[in-house]
């Protein structure tokens, strides 16, 4: 049997749909980014022949709703602050803004969104848990209050659950009283096919579905054990492409960085050793951090294993695990997109490499999404 995902993720061309559409599925995509969830809700709905029509997408990001418009350059880019429209307090009537909003989108039968998680992410040692980006998390309730979709997917990073502000309960608590069924937890991406480690936190509303579980969410179909990075990249590492080709092309380390990932293949390491690190890197366990670092730093990732959880960081080795398993360098923008499973179709027209990382590091990985939309809309 074909591993339907290996194929979908190499297809050149955009799927369109050959027959008639069962239904029309009326989107919205709140704090967008490039359009990773939106990327695999359209993949889900081609699977189940329904028509996706991207009525919004809307993030502050400019550059990443410019490569989400040349996807899907039907849809209404917003790029304000949703604070400044979606202004009115749950249960309150409606604002003059949100009634302007809502008359120009019409009607909404899907809301997804995954609001900032840097004020969650384990990498903030600074504001995480009180962060007041978290808060945007209850603009996404007052979008499904004011909405009324029939379906709705939020999604964060694995602490969300560890904010102060108890946006998950609260929210939770709110759609639940406007009749949704809901369900929230963690996915992990290794168990659904995702070939990385990424665990990430969704809440999932439903108003016709009444009987959906978390468990329903945590195993796939189509992956029945985890994806190696070998899995999206392998037919990648032996092309050359042109020097000027940003997106095919690793970036330029330096020549201190670049010893030290020729020696992990020199030597066919994985961890590289304290002698060859910075000196304030030198105190590690291979279990473990012990003094000031981690041995996944500087690291060679394993061809046969799932990759670690891809950052913005990605293109440095000295941000985490990030030595390709084959070559002595870092993964290229085409590579991180492939094992955070955007489909070559998808196209990142964007020739800045700081910010295509940002958006690489920051995406919902697209297989997710579709793992989540195959099961919320085919049941």
Not at 261 to 281: A, F, W
Request: charged content about 25%; glycine content about 6%; overall charge positive.
């Amino acid at each position: 049997m074909p591993d339907t995902d290996y194929l979908w993720l190499r297809k050149p061309i955009r799927p369109k749909l050959a027959k008639q559409a069962g239904k029309t599925i009326r989107m919205m995509d709140l704090f967008s980014g490039c359009g990773g969830i939106t990327a695999g809700i359209d993949a889900a709905c081609f699977e189940l022949n329904i028509r996706l029509d991207t009525v919004l997408a809307w993030d502050i990001f400019s550059e990443a709703t410019d490569v989400y418009k040349r996807n899907y350059p039907e849809t209404t880019i917003l790029n304000d602050d949703i604070s400044q429209i979606i202004n009115g307090e749950r249960g309150e009537p409606h604002t003059k803004e949100e009634k302007a909003f809502l008359a120009e989108i019409g009607d909404i039968n899907l809301v997804v969104g995954g609001p900032p998680c840097q004020g969650n992410s384990n990498l903030n040692n600074h504001t995480r848990g009180t962060d007041e980006r978290n808060l945007l998390y209850l603009r996404m309730a007052r979008v499904i209050e004011i909405t009324q979709p029939e379906y709705a997917i939020i999604e964060n990073v694995a602490g969300v659950r560890r904010a102060a502000q108890n946006v998950v309960s609260e929210t939770n608590t709110w759609l639940k009283s406007m009749g949704y069924c809901v369900v929230e937890g963690l996915v992990d991406g290794e168990k659904i096919g995702v070939p990385q480690t990424r665990k990430r936190h969704f809440t999932i509303a439903s108003k016709p579905n009444q009987s959906l579980k978390i468990d329903d969410f945590q195993t796939s179909q189509h992956a029945k054990s985890p994806r190696a990075i070998s899995w999206a990249i392998q037919d990648l590492v032996d092309k050359e492409y042109p020097t000027n080709d940003m997106f095919n092309n690793a970036s330029n380390a330096n020549t201190v960085n670049k010893a030290r990932m020729q020696y992990l293949h020199d030597k066919d390491l994985h961890n590289l050793p304290p002698s060859e690190r910075p000196k304030c890197h030198q105190k590690y366990s291979e279990h473990g951090p012990s003094g000031n670092t981690y041995p996944a730093m500087y690291g060679r990732m394993y061809w046969d294993k799932p990759s670690p959880t891809i950052t913005t960081g990605y293109s440095c080795n000295g941000r985490g695990r990030f030595v390709h398993p084959k070559k002595p360098r870092c993964l290229t923008p085409h590579e991180a997109a492939r094992v955070q499973t955007f489909p070559d179709y998808f196209e990142f027209n964007c020739n800045n490499r700081t910010k295509i990382n940002r958006m690489l590091g920051n995406a919902v990985p697209p297989l997710m999404a579709k793992h989540i939309g195959l099961i919320l809309l085919g049941v």
